[in-house]
């Protein structure tokens, strides 16, 4: 079981680093902003992102690139 956060400021190479881990560890990458922003780039809604982040916190392993709102990272130390 492995559960990495990757996080940073804009361009700092948070997803460059995380692509590399997912590709040599095959740990599955979750990229925070997919769950964030819906397709056409607005906001997703409160309750989806909260679904979506508890689905991937309870999986066996993850690698999670970027924050998302910020008091959901407090919940990473969780799992």
């Known amino acids: 079981m492995y559960k990495i956060a990757v996080f ?3 361009g700092s190479g948070k997803s460059t680093l995380s692509k590399a881990l997912a590709t040599a560890t095959g740990i599955p990458l979750h990229q925070l902003d997919s769950i964030v ?3 056409n780039g607005e906001l997703a ?7 979506a982040h508890e689905n991937i ?8 690139d970027g924050f ?7 919940q990473r130390p969780l799992c």
């Open 45 to 51: 809604d409160r309750k989806t992102f909260d679904e």
């Open 8 to 10: 940073g400021k804009p």
């Open 57 to 64: 916190l309870s999986s066996e392993s993850w690698i999670i």
């Open 68 to 74: 998302g709102p910020i008091d959901s990272f407090s």
């Open 37 to 39: 922003y819906q397709k």
